[in-house]
């Protein structure tokens, strides 16, 4: 009984083994692909709406997402249009249409690197990232606004563009 005992045990291990190890390895195409998935706002002490966290998530092939701090030379270098990996776009809803509008400050970023260890680059993840959401200088008080987010890889690869629903906001 103990040898069946000890037969069944290798078999079901072997059989484990077996099944994960003749699985493909997931791939991705080599350009980002972005998603949108969530939104929340983050209000100051005095109930106004200043900043808020995007979430999206993101699928690449080759897992060449994010830049290092020593990423400065061409062509990520300062003032390059590839200083940042991720780019948004702020708009303002006025008469019912979106139209852009311009932060005095930048809601790009930088992701950090995130390439996977091992022979299989392919990675998908989620990314958070803080915006500001309120415009006080505009001179006019708009309650609706969203986003145009895109990434771009190390290899230049510039991912599909997502929107953001409208982000209703207390300004005052």
């Not at 930088?110 to 006080?136: E, M, Q």
């Not at 001179?139 to 997502?162: K, P, Q, W």
Request: aromatic residues 12%.
């Amino acid at each position: 009984m103990k040898i069946i005992s000890k037969i069944l045990f290798i078999l079901f291990f072997a059989g484990v083994f077996f099944q994960y190890s003749c699985q493909k390895p997931v791939t991705y195409p080599t350009t980002p692909i972005i998603a949108y998935s969530n939104f929340t706002k983050v209000a100051t002490t005095d109930n106004i709406d200043e900043q808020g966290i995007l979430e999206f998530t993101f699928t690449d092939g080759d897992g060449d997402i994010g830049l290092a701090a020593s990423d400065t030379l061409p062509p990520y270098n300062m003032g390059s249009k590839y200083y940042y990996d991720l780019f948004v776009k702020y708009y303002r809803k006025h008469n019912g249409v979106f139209l852009a509008d311009s932060l005095k400050i930048t809601d790009n970023a930088r992701i950090p690197v995130i390439t996977p260890s091992g022979k299989n680059k392919a990675i998908k993840g989620t990314v958070d990232v803080l915006l500001f959401i309120n415009n006080p200088l505009t001179g006019e008080i708009y309650d609706t606004i969203c986003f145009d987010v895109t990434m771009v890889d190390r290899a230049l690869h510039m991912s599909n563009t997502i929107r953001t629903p409208g982000i209703i906001v207390k300004e005052h």
